[in-house]
């Protein structure tokens, strides 16, 4: 048996992880990520702030050590505000950028399963473990991360910039199980958190006022443009291309004879476009900040890739173009967007993924 650093969340998930790994006789050590000033508002300081209603709130620090005492196991909470910040900063900068973030996937790569694993190593853990559903598989080749169990759950997408190195030292001990059975477990357990509903928010967005965050992170960031067309006449105004993402129908504010769709934005110009919801679809991608979970290929592999997070695998094609990603889907995907992440499977192995620059 090892000794495992169990990422404690405070939610049923992570809960139900560490009871697991104590059950299977593992030296468990919880730890709970403190990101920032928790509970509080943000203000003019910039300082960083965790709404109550996200992923590392106040409540979400005392379930987590409510769960930890009642199983009896050392717990910490670790100050990574500082760490946080880089983040956010990123969540910022992609947005004036124009770039749709997904500051989950990064949370993963540079917290989750980056500094933690660098405490481990301090207090002589061999393993990081969390709540996420998806996969650890020994393989011919090596430790595998697969799709977990749950395909309404599945989390192996956010998870795909784990290194292979990194994925051995990797422990997800509900992946295998659907989500009702989590809960089910929670509750024969006499865990305090069994109905804790699952979190859903980004944590350092107050009240989902994005822009406003921005506008505190970066004063002067969002500026008036022009909406454009598809054929690039001006159709209205706007208040700042960082209100608005690919895809977005909502809240456009513009009336067209049609159903319209955000369908570009230009930084530079600070201008927006929309147009009619086909012009979303795409076929190609191309990503950059690659990372293979199997050797690279310069010949096209088939596999199932997914541009979202919440979106269904597609049929597809990916094969390495220098320092970057092919993905050539068999058919229409609507609404790729530079700055979120493709992730490429081999039936429910992830063997690639990167961050899209351009779709076609």
């Known amino acids: 048996m090892a000794k495992v650093l169990m990422a404690m969340s405070g939610g049923v998930d992570s809960s139900v992880a560490a009871a697991l790994l104590q059950q299977e006789g593992h030296e468990v050590v919880g730890c709970f990520m403190r990101l920032g000033n928790i509970g509080e508002d943000l203000d003019e300081s910039n300082d960083i702030s965790i709404k109550h209603k996200g992923c590392c709130s106040i409540n979400d620090a005392h379930d987590a050590r409510h769960v930890s005492a009642k199983l009896g196991i050392t717990f910490y909470a670790l100050d990574f505000k500082e760490d946080f910040g880089r983040i956010i900063d990123y969540f910022v900068d992609e947005y004036n950028a124009g770039r749709t973030p997904n500051p989950c996937v990064r949370c993963n790569d540079w917290l989750k399963f980056g500094r933690l694993h660098e405490y481990a190593r301090s207090i002589g853990a061999q393993f990081v473990a969390s709540g996420h559903h998806a996969q650890i598989i020994k393989g011919n080749d090596g430790p595998q991360l697969h799709m977990g169990a749950d395909d309404s759950k599945d989390q192996s997408y956010v998870l795909f910039g784990a290194s292979r190195s990194r994925i051995g030292e990797m422990i997800l001990p509900i992946g295998h199980l659907q989500k009702s059975e989590v809960r089910e477990l929670a509750k024969a357990l006499d865990l305090p958190v069994c109905d804790k509903p699952d979190s859903q928010d980004i944590c350092f967005v107050p009240d989902d006022d994005y822009a406003g965050m921005i506008e505190r992170r970066s004063p002067g960031s969002l500026q008036q443009g022009d909406v454009l067309d598809v054929e690039g006449n001006v159709v209205g105004q706007h208040a700042g291309q960082q209100k608005f993402t690919i895809g977005q129908r909502r809240g456009i504010g513009i009336a067209m004879p049609e159903p319209a769709y955000i369908i570009a934005k230009d930084p530079k110009l600070n201008t927006v476009t929309i147009g009619g919801e086909a012009m979303l679809n795409c076929t190609t991608i191309r990503a950059t900040k690659t990372n293979w979970l199997i050797d690279p290929s310069i010949e096209w592999i088939k596999c199932i890739a997914k541009i979202r997070y919440n979106t269904k695998a597609a049929s597809a094609k990916v094969r390495q ?40």
């Open 321 to 360: 173009v220098k320092d970057e990603i092919e993905v050539v889907f068999d058919e229409p995907q609507r609404g790729g967007a530079p700055g979120q992440a493709v992730v490429c499977y081999q039936e429910t192995r992830v063997i690639c993924g990167g961050w899209i620059e351009t779709v076609t």
